[in-house]
Each structure stands twice: as C-alpha cells, then as structure tokens.
C-alpha cells in the first residue's frame, strides 16, 4: 500500500495555471483574441510579452500595463473585463494524468490551490474539470489582497494547516515560475517542486536558480512516484 504521510501530517499546495491546468497556450490565444475585440495594438512581439508577465507573477492591472503601457486605463479595465469573463465561461484541459495524480495523493494530503487568479474563475476551472472534490481549500488575492511571492499569501494556507494539525515545516509548494512560487516558497522556507509542463521555464532555468535536480518534475503526474512510498 503506497504511503509516505498521512492527511493529517502533511500539506501540498499546488499553483493552478502551467500546473495543474494546460492553460499557457490557450491563454495567449484568449489574451490576443480579447485584445483584438478591444482595439488594442497587436505588436510582433506580443507572445513574448505575455509569457514574460506571466514568468514575473504580474497582477493583470500590472500585466495589462506592462504589454501597452501607452492605453488608456479605462480601455484596459474593457480588456481586463472581457479577458475575466471568458476565463469564468471557458474551461482549460487539465495536463494528462493529472487527475489521477490528485485522487491519489489526496488519501495521504491536505491538498490545497494557491494561485493569483481571482476566485469566480478558479472555482469555474475547478468545477469544470471536476477536481472541487479533491481539494481542502483554495487561496486567493480575493482573501490575502496582495499575491505570490508576497508571504502574506501564505498566512491563509498556514491558518488552514494549523487547523488541520499539519506544520509549516510540512508544507510543500507546487508550482511553475520562477519568481512566483519559487521565490515564495524561498520567502517561506518551504520545500518546493518545479513543473516543468506548461512550458514557462525549462529545467535548466529552474536548475541555476538553485531548485535541486530531484525537485523538478515534467508534470504533476509525476509526483506520486516522488512522494508516496510502496509499503
């Protein structure tokens, strides 16, 4: 029987898009397709724009202004609007095998989602891959008023686990980016493990920022194998 903790020893908090969601490509098809609904300028380089917000964990306000710092604000918060609206009406593909990951990691872990997201579109993604169950709670900029890396993201995730008789010490981050969940599980001083499948880093990114070789892993699939032990 695999078993490394019980649900009551330890805690795995997952980011959602890039790790548990496939959401990195669709959503630079939506960011663009919104843009263009809103008149905004599509420069050449508007790809690598977008995945260098997302690589710094930029809030939307400071992503919008960081592709078109020139635009209006009231036309920007038209953007954002319909950008929210279609991510609370149109479902991501979680990454294969996902699901089985969590349904079996859930029997040994608290399990939670802590994402800068904000929280009408992360429960519709929740739902609509039908994960709701699986999780012990979500965290959000909604409830902390700030977001990752900012420790102050991690006070609801500890109230959470305190509560659940799990430690800090026991805490253990999954995530994606670099100075998002890496450099807030750093802020924490909580053990982390790098996916590498939404294709935000590569392996050797998240190796010269000193994330060792064993903690990086191709998708979320694959933690089970890391963490639960045969016996």
């Not at 635009?71 to 953007?79: I, M, N």
């Not at 709701?132 to 995730?157: A, C, E, G, S, Y």
């Not at 920022?209 to 892993?217: K, L, T, Y």
């Amino acid at each position: 029987m695999d078993k490394l903790y019980t649900r009551t020893r330890g805690c795995l908090c997952f980011d959602l898009d890039g790790t548990i969601l496939n959401s990195v490509q669709e959503s630079l098809k939506r960011v663009i397709k919104v843009a263009e609904s809103c008149s905004l300028p599509i420069e050449s380089n508007i790809e690598e724009k977008i995945i260098s917000g997302w690589k710094k964990s930029l809030g939307k306000q400071d992503f919008m202004f960081s592709i078109w710092p020139q635009e209006a604000p009231d036309k920007l918060q038209v953007f954002m609007k319909a950008w929210e609206e279609m991510d609370s009406s149109e479902s991501y593909e979680i990454f294969p095998n996902t699901k089985e990951a969590l349904e079996k990691l859930c029997k040994y872990f608290y399990l939670g989602i802590l994402t800068n997201r904000h929280l009408p579109s992360v429960f519709f993604q929740i739902r609509k891959n039908s994960l709701m169950p699986l999780f012990d709670f979500i965290v959000t900029p909604n409830w902390t008023k700030t977001k990752k890396p900012d420790p102050k993201m991690m006070i609801p995730v500890f109230e959470k686990c305190k509560q659940a008789g799990i430690s800090e010490q026991n805490i253990i981050l999954i995530g994606d980016t670099l100075e998002g969940d890496w450099q807030l599980a750093k802020n924490c001083g909580l053990e982390f493990y790098a996916v590498l499948a939404g294709g935000i880093h590569t392996r050797e990114e998240f190796l010269v920022a000193g994330i060792p070789e064993n903690h990086i892993i191709g998708s979320v699939a694959n933690l089970p194998d890391k963490l639960l032990i045969s016996g």
